[in-house]
């Protein structure tokens, strides 16, 4: 059997009698499916346990999902193989924490609340894998490394030091954030894992069947950098936000790795190493994606493919072989060195338009002096 824990917000206001006619309906359903559980009101939140036959439950949350009586739904737990039920005797036994009267009102509230943003920042800084885990009731620190098929992508960001030598920090990490919002929302929409930032550069990985995926993730990265350049004011840094995209395809070890006090949960192996060293390739070829020979291999027809030279990669003995597309947004309108030197032309324009900020910190020191 399986459980599923989960709180949501009210998307309107909900009266009693309609919070009971929810318990009403549920009660009718789950003794039919034979799902047992809780539902608490409490202010303007649910939490409710759900409890029952895998399938059932599963299709029991897919419909409370989709509900527009609530919304910002978070599940808290999802644990399987449970063999004993909790709420045996409840097909939905409703609880209605009324706001007036009940004095345990606020400080469960504030429970749930906090569940739930502890259980947002967790989401924002964990592996989504390590996550799963949580939910469904494993220790992650118990997972066993294994090997598995990838493909790896590395994204990073062209002329980044002149980037970090010109502009002031925060104009950095605003062109920072836009690039790994971009990425990340690609990448998860394709159903890939970001799995770290390096610095300026994003490191990903699909499973390894998903070579169209990852290739479709990274044209649909590479489109809305092209957009956002062309969006941005003249004198905007993200008018030089361009990247360059390696992919490789290979067996890597997928599992914890770190020390006893500091844990990664992340993938090692040559794969991810060629990844990194064919997105360096971009540079040399003047495109901004490129991929290696195995990711090719599992592409389908559609792709108008380019092959590229075979590279030396440095430190490695075999030749990789490697591959473009034919497609105007890998392409870089210019060779490299003429694009770098546009990108540090635009640099100095946005440089002397920030120089202003530098007589602040003057003032700032002053200020700190006394
Ligand atoms: C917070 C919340 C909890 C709910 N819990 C259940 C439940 O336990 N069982 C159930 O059948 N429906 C539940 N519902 C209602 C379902 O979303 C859906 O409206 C209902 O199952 C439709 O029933 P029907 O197919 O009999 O019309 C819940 C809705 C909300 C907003």
Not at 44 to 56: R, S, T
């Amino acid at each position: 059997m399986k459980r599923i824990t989960y709180i949501s917000n009210f998307s309107r206001s909900l009266t009693r009698k309609e919070i009971k006619n929810i318990g009403i309906v549920s009660q009718t359903n789950n003794a039919r499916e034979r799902i047992t559980g809780i539902l608490l009101s409490c202010s303007d939140m649910f939490f409710q346990i759900l409890e029952g036959d895998d399938d059932q439950v599963d299709l029991l949350y897919e419909k409370i999902l989709k509900d527009d009586r609530h919304n910002q739904i978070v599940c808290l737990a999802s644990e399987l193989n449970i063999t004993e039920r909790s709420f045996a005797e409840w097909s939905m036994k409703v609880i209605i924490l009324d706001k007036n009267n009940d004095i345990l009102v606020k400080p469960i509230k504030v429970l749930l609340q906090t569940l739930r943003e502890s259980k947002m920042a967790l989401a924002n800084y964990t592996h989504s894998g390590i996550l799963q885990a949580i939910e469904n009731g494993v220790n992650p620190l118990t997972l066993t490394p294994r090997y598995t098929e990838k493909i790896i992508l590395f994204a990073d960001i062209m002329s980044f030091t002149s980037i970090t030598e010109k502009l002031q920090v925060t104009e950095v990490v605003e062109l920072l954030n836009q690039f790994f919002t971009i990425c990340t929302s690609e990448i998860s929409a394709k159903g890939g894992e970001v799995t770290k930032f390096i610095g300026d550069c994003v490191m990903a990985y699909f499973d390894g069947d998903r070579a169209n995926e990852a290739l479709q993730a990274s044209l649909d990265i590479l489109s809305k950098l092209e957009v956002l350049r062309d969006r941005s004011p003249v004198n905007s840094p993200l008018r030089v936000l361009y990247v360059g995209i390696g992919l490789s395809k290979g067996t890597v070890l997928e599992g914890n790795i770190g020390s006893q006090i500091k844990k990664e949960y992340t993938i090692i192996g040559d794969a991810v190493n060629v990844a990194a060293k064919i997105e360096s390739l971009t540079r040399k070829l003047n495109r901004f994606l490129v991929f290696s020979a195995a990711v090719k291999d599992g592409l389908s027809d559609h792709w108008k493919l380019l092959k590229m030279d075979d590279f030396y990669a440095e430190g490695r003995e075999a030749i990789v072989e490697v591959y473009s597309i034919d497609d105007s947004l890998v392409s870089q309108k210019s060779d490299f060195h003429s694009l770098k030197q546009e990108i540090k032309d635009q640099l100095e324009l946005i440089g002397n338009k920030t120089l202003e900020p530098c007589k602040q910190s003057k003032t700032l020191f002053i200020l700190y002096d006394q």
